[in-house]
């Protein structure tokens, strides 16, 4: 299971931070990728970036230059940053896993709402 | 914008078959999954590797995919089966990326 966790509103320029909360395997040993997915109001589903078990990640080049993903296994948690917020990056973040070989996500959070506001 | 482009819109009547597509250069290359998105709640995954259904996902749906083209299909289309679809697929640089999604509504 995933559970996300943000702040709910961040000030235009701001830094957004969200972690999703792993349950039911160790990140390391369960061999998943993992990403973060959002979907604005009125818009479609939008991939942010993914981070698979093995360190690499891949970010969308929209955002690339804003975005940042890591992996702590320690605490088993896939947490997200993403730089210079707008009033356009208000929307719900999913945290979501991809098993082995899946090459889709089977697993979603259930969503945290971000809202760009000051 | 997306390189899989999706039809915005898709009407069906209950009983009878809904195709939804989702259209990109080579997609027939990549492998497609599909997407059921209702307001309020977490993405559903209905497809998986172009024709693949997960465990619990019912047998009137089903996937292909070739050439440009990877297509949904869901057989006696029910009322429950009205939501947004999105077809997702992986880009060069291994970030995933979705269609515009696709509005299903069963008359």
């Known amino acids: 299971q995933l559970q996300e966790s943000g702040p709910g509103r961040v000030k235009p320029s701001e830094t957004l931070y969200l972690t999703c909360a792993v349950s039911?395997?160790?990140?390391?040993?369960?061999?998943?990728?993992w990403a973060w997915i959002r979907q604005s109001p009125g818009k479609g589903l939008e991939w942010i970036a993914t981070?698979?078990?093995?360190?690499?990640?891949y970010y969308n080049p929209s955002l690339k230059s804003r975005v940042a993903i890591s992996a702590d296994a320690s605490t088993n948690h896939i947490s997200m940053s993403l730089t210079s917020v707008t009033a356009a990056d208000t929307g719900v973040y999913y945290c979501?896993?991809?098993?082995?070989?899946?090459?889709?996500?089977?697993?979603w959070g259930q969503g945290t709402t971000v809202t760009v506001s000051s | 914008s997306s390189d899989l482009a999706q039809p915005p819109t898709v009407s069906v009547s209950p009983g009878q078959t809904a195709s939804i597509t989702c259209s990109g250069d080579?997609?027939?290359?990549?492998?497609v999954c599909w997407y059921q998105k209702k307001p309020g709640q977490s993405p559903v995954l209905v497809i998986y590797?172009?024709?693949k259904r997960p465990s619990g996902i019912p047998e009137r749906f089903s996937g292909s995919n070739s050439g440009n083209t990877a297509t949904l299909t869901i057989s006696g289309t029910q009322a429950m089966d009205e939501a947004d679809y999105y077809c997702?697929?992986?880009?060069?640089?291994?970030?995933?990326?979705f269609g515009g999604g696709t509005k299903l509504t069963v008359l």
């Open positions: 979501a896993g991809s098993p082995p070989n899946y090459y889709a996500v089977a697993v």
């Open positions: 039911g395997g160790s990140i390391n040993t369960l061999g998943y990728y």
């Open positions: 981070d698979y078990y093995t360190g690499e990640t």
């Open positions: 080579k997609v027939g290359d990549r492998y």
């Open positions: 590797q172009d024709t």
């Open positions: 997702q697929a992986w880009d060069s640089s291994a970030a995933g990326v």
